[in-house]
């Protein structure tokens, strides 16, 4: 066991903070799933009372309660022993109010549509608050990416781009790597768009973000999102009378979010305690090295037997006392049972809805700050601005100039998420809502809505 004390400030308690199940008008308007659990409705919930605590014009609240497009679509590939499969896809574009649609591809054998709306949705959200000119978007593949052979992947990406090419392009739609999708992807993505697409001449590949750097990828990129979840926490720990150095830590999941935010977070002098991935939990109070463990993880495919840790139990984990805990993993990971036992100070959400309405109760009523994946991890999406940019604009910036933009946006965000939370005296998912629905109001106020 960890024997740090308490720290000795947290933040204050706020006043308006959502019900474990917040009833909308709206969900029975629009005919939102009546089940409390549904992601999508967890999501939007969150959102409508955000917008309710600001007096957000109903008509915005509609708009942004629903996608404006949903696409699915079905294609046969060949698999290596030549039988064929059928795959289902999906784009859903959600709003562009602010600009063309953005957000990642999911490559994963449980992805839904209620799930791509929620993330969609998500991302809508996180580029108003983050200030870049996107809208949200999102789109996945149900297939397990470990199941299939290179070739079956590259055959599965390619013609799952033909699917849809005809509703994304570098100024309407620009997908980027999630969870089982990676910059290989996107390379083939980029070049079988660019077979496809009639764009005049010019270069096509900036439909895409999040490519290798040899083909228009941008420094940073890859390490981008794990470096905003890390920029926040510096921003914010002071508020929590914590600094980084003060810290021991926990990341549930470590992939690309999860092992960049614990590198980066162990490289500012805090220590990384217990982790934990599809393949197994793992505690070792004296710390875990960070860039030791992802080497590993690149090799053996998940931290499950890696010896420099102890291998503990799902609970045990949990409960491991840490000052920060880091759900790096999928959807809906913290719920009731789960927030009854972590044992932090600060969750920063490095995953997206990592977090359930009831979990997230329990934590505040705990005394426990969430850090909400909207600001927290919005740098992946602040980079994939820069490499778009840069794909535009025919430049290539140097790596200190993408870390220093990116500090520039998640500092600039998390102060409008701190302004929010003093004037409405709410928890931080809200304020961060708020401040993203501030800007949205604004677009919607000078556009009108047509005719
Ligand atoms: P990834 O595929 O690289 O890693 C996912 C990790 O989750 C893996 O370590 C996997 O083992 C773990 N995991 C999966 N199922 C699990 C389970 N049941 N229990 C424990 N661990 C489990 O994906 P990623 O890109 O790191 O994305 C992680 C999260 O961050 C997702 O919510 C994603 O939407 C979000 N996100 C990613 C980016 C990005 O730039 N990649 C940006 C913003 C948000």
């Given at each position: 066991?960890?024997?740090?004390?308490?720290?000795?400030?947290?933040?204050?308690?706020?006043?308006?903070?959502?019900?474990?199940?917040?009833?909308s008008?709206?969900?029975?308007?629009?005919?939102?799933?009546?089940?409390?659990?549904?992601?999508?409705?967890?999501?939007?919930?969150?959102?409508?009372y955000?917008?309710?605590?600001?007096?957000?014009?109903?008509?915005?609240?509609?708009?942004?309660?629903?996608?404006k497009?949903?696409?699915?679509?079905?294609?046969?590939?060949?698999?290596?022993?030549?039988?064929?499969?059928?795959?289902?896809?999906?784009?859903?574009?959600?709003?562009?109010?602010?600009?063309?649609?953005?957000?990642?591809?999911?490559?994963?054998?449980?992805?839904?549509?209620?799930?791509?709306?929620?993330?969609?949705?998500?991302?809508?959200?996180?580029?108003?608050?983050?200030?870049?000119p996107?809208?949200?978007?999102?789109?996945?593949?149900k297939?397990?990416?470990?199941?299939?052979?290179?070739?079956?992947?590259?055959?599965?990406?390619?013609?799952?781009?033909?699917?849809?090419?005809?509703?994304?392009?570098?100024?309407?739609?620009?997908?980027?790597?999630?969870?089982?999708?990676?910059?290989?992807?996107?390379?083939w993505?980029?070049?079988?768009?660019?077979?496809?697409?009639?764009?005049?001449?010019?270069?096509?590949?900036?439909?895409?973000?999040?490519?290798?750097?040899?083909?228009?990828?941008?420094?940073?990129?890859?390490?981008?999102?794990?470096?905003?979840?890390?920029?926040?926490?510096?921003?914010?720990?002071?508020?929590?009378?914590?600094?980084?150095?003060?810290?021991?830590?926990?990341?549930?999941?470590?992939?690309?979010?999860?092992?960049?935010?614990?590198?980066?977070?162990?490289?500012?002098g805090?220590?990384?305690?217990?982790?934990?991935?599809?393949?197994?939990?793992?505690v070792?109070?004296?710390?875990?090295?960070?860039?030791?463990?992802?080497?590993?993880?690149?090799?053996?495919?998940?931290?499950?037997?890696?010896?420099?840790?102890?291998?503990?139990?799902?609970?045990?984990?949990?409960?491991?006392?840490?000052?920060?805990?880091?759900?790096?993993?999928?959807?809906?990971?913290?719920?009731?049972?789960?927030?009854?036992?972590?044992?932090?100070?600060?969750?920063?959400?490095?995953?997206?809805?990592?977090?359930?309405?009831?979990?997230?109760?329990?934590?505040?009523?705990?005394?426990i700050?969430?850090?909400?994946?909207?600001l927290?991890?919005?740098?992946?999406?602040?980079?994939?601005?820069?490499?778009?940019?840069?794909?535009?604009?025919?430049?290539m910036?140097?790596?200190?100039?993408?870390?220093r933009?990116?500090?520039?946006?998640?500092?600039?965000?998390?102060?409008?998420?701190?302004?929010?939370?003093?004037?409405?005296?709410?928890?931080?998912?809200?304020?961060?809502?708020?401040?993203?629905?501030?800007?949205?109001?604004?677009?919607?106020?000078?556009?009108?809505?047509?005719?």
């Amino acid at each position: 066991m960890t024997t740090l004390a308490k720290p000795p400030t947290p933040m204050q308690k706020p006043k308006n903070v959502p019900p474990a199940s917040y009833n909308s008008p709206i969900f029975e308007e629009l005919g939102f799933p009546t089940d409390p659990h549904n992601l999508y409705r967890q999501t939007v919930g969150a959102m409508l009372y955000a917008s309710e605590l600001m007096g957000l014009p109903h008509r915005v609240q509609i708009i942004l309660a629903q996608p404006k497009t949903e696409i699915m679509v079905h294609f046969p590939v060949k698999m290596d022993d030549g039988h064929y499969r059928l795959f289902k896809g999906y784009r859903v574009q959600h709003n562009n109010a602010l600009g063309p649609y953005k957000g990642g591809l999911r490559f994963h054998q449980d992805v839904h549509l209620d799930d791509v709306k929620s993330l969609a949705f998500l991302m809508t959200m996180k580029c108003s608050l983050v200030g870049v000119p996107f809208g949200g978007g999102k789109g996945g593949v149900k297939v397990d990416p470990r199941k299939h052979s290179n070739a079956e992947m590259e055959r599965i990406v390619r013609r799952f781009t033909t699917a849809i090419a005809h509703g994304i392009g570098p100024d309407y739609d620009i997908p980027a790597p999630d969870v089982g999708s990676n910059a290989q992807h996107m390379a083939w993505i980029a070049d079988t768009y660019s077979f496809l697409a009639d764009v005049g001449g010019k270069d096509p590949s900036a439909v895409i973000t999040g490519k290798p750097i040899e083909y228009g990828g941008s420094l940073g990129r890859e390490k981008a999102t794990g470096q905003g979840v890390v920029d926040t926490l510096i921003e914010m720990l002071p508020e929590l009378g914590l600094k980084p150095e003060q810290c021991t830590f926990s990341v549930l999941g470590f992939g690309n979010v999860g092992s960049w935010s614990g590198k980066i977070f162990q490289d500012k002098g805090a220590k990384m305690i217990a982790v934990a991935d599809h393949t197994g939990f793992l505690v070792n109070e004296k710390g875990i090295d960070a860039h030791d463990l992802a080497t590993y993880v690149q090799q053996k495919g998940g931290v499950g037997g890696y010896t420099k840790a102890t291998a503990v139990s799902k609970e045990e984990f949990y409960k491991t006392k840490v000052e920060v805990f880091i759900p790096a993993a999928l959807e809906q990971m913290i719920q009731e049972s789960e927030a009854k036992l972590i044992n932090a100070i600060v969750i920063a959400e490095g995953a997206n809805a990592p977090t359930t309405p009831g979990g997230e109760r329990i934590l505040t009523e705990r005394g426990i700050e969430v850090l909400p994946a909207i600001l927290c991890n919005a740098g992946g999406v602040t980079v994939s601005y820069f490499e778009w940019v840069q794909n535009k604009t025919y430049q290539m910036w140097d790596l200190e100039h993408v870390d220093r933009e990116l500090n520039k946006h998640m500092v600039k965000a998390a102060s409008k998420t701190r302004d929010a939370r003093r004037k409405y005296n709410c928890d931080l998912r809200s304020a961060a809502y708020i401040a993203a629905c501030e800007r949205l109001n604004q677009a919607y106020a000078a556009r009108g809505i047509f005719p």
